[in-house]
Structures are given as structure tokens and as C-alpha cells.
């Protein structure tokens, strides 16, 4: 599994031109799901955004995790995480993970995530053509994938 996490003031997701997730200040978490990722993967990955210290302590300082300035988390399924452009300019999806598998361990990564920070995850809708607005804040942008666990 590979995400993308922008540090927000605000961030919200829309379907069909109706809002169907937001958050103030917090995280916007891009979720891309590959074959052969499991809960693992999720569990992991849920761990590793809500310890992120990625927000400014009084010191101004990137120091504090998501639970210490009362932020919350917007996940936004995106299967264009697992691009390869290896060849030509047309990137390939292969690796993406199937609906159903892919569908599954965004909702685990999504569900461990509230029950690490102990708040509801806002979310987009799996598989739907959605518009995403992101205010960064920083900018700060982070990507990591589990796969190499760094």
C-alpha cells in the first residue's frame, strides 16, 4: 500500500457535486491499494499517519502527532497511487489491487486509523469519480509506502 499525506488547514472530498467528506485542520491521506498488500499493510500504515509528527509544536517546530493539535483525517481512495510509468507515457495500473481486495484494506486502514486516534475518519467513496480540494499546509507532503517500511 502506498498514501500520500498532505498536512491541511482544510480538506473535503465531493461526489457528484455533493460533499461526502471533510476535515479542518488535519490530514488529506491519498490511499493507494496494490495486488498482494494485506491487513498488514493497513495496520501499519494506519500506525504510521496517526504518530506522524508532522505538525508545529510552540516552538514551531514539527514535532506533534495528529492527536496533540485535535486534528482529523480525510482518506481518499486513489488506485492511481500504483502507476508505473516504466514505459512510454501512459502509465499502468497492473499492480492495483482488484475492487473488492483494494475496497477492503481501505476500510481496515481507515477503521484502524479511527481506532488509534479515537476519531471518525472522513472519507471519499470507493471507486466513485470524485473531486478532492486540499488546502496543504506548509506545504507538507509525505508519501510512504509499507512495502518499504522506511
Known sequence: MRIVIQRCRRASVS????????????????VGVESGD???????LAAKTAGLRI???????????????????LAVSQFTLTASTRKGNRPSY???ARGA???ALYDAYCAEVERLTGTEVARGVFGAD?????LN???V???????LRE
Open 15 to 30: 461526489v457528484a457535486g455533493e460533499t461526502v467528506g471533510s476535515v479542518g485542520t488535519g490530514m488529506a491521506v491519498l
Open 38 to 44: 494485506s491487513m498488514d499493510d493497513a495496520v501499519w
Open 94 to 96: 497492473i499492480r492495483a
Open 141 to 147: 507532503t509525505i508519501i510512504i509506502d509499507s512495502r
Open 130 to 134: 470524485m473531486q478532492v480540494e486540499i
Open 137 to 139: 499546509d506548509g506545504p
Open 101 to 103: 481486495e483494494a475496497s
Open 55 to 73: 505538525f508545529s509544536d510552540a516552538a514551531g517546530v514539527m514535532n506533534l502527532p495528529l492527536g496533540e493539535v485535535d486534528g482529523r483525517v
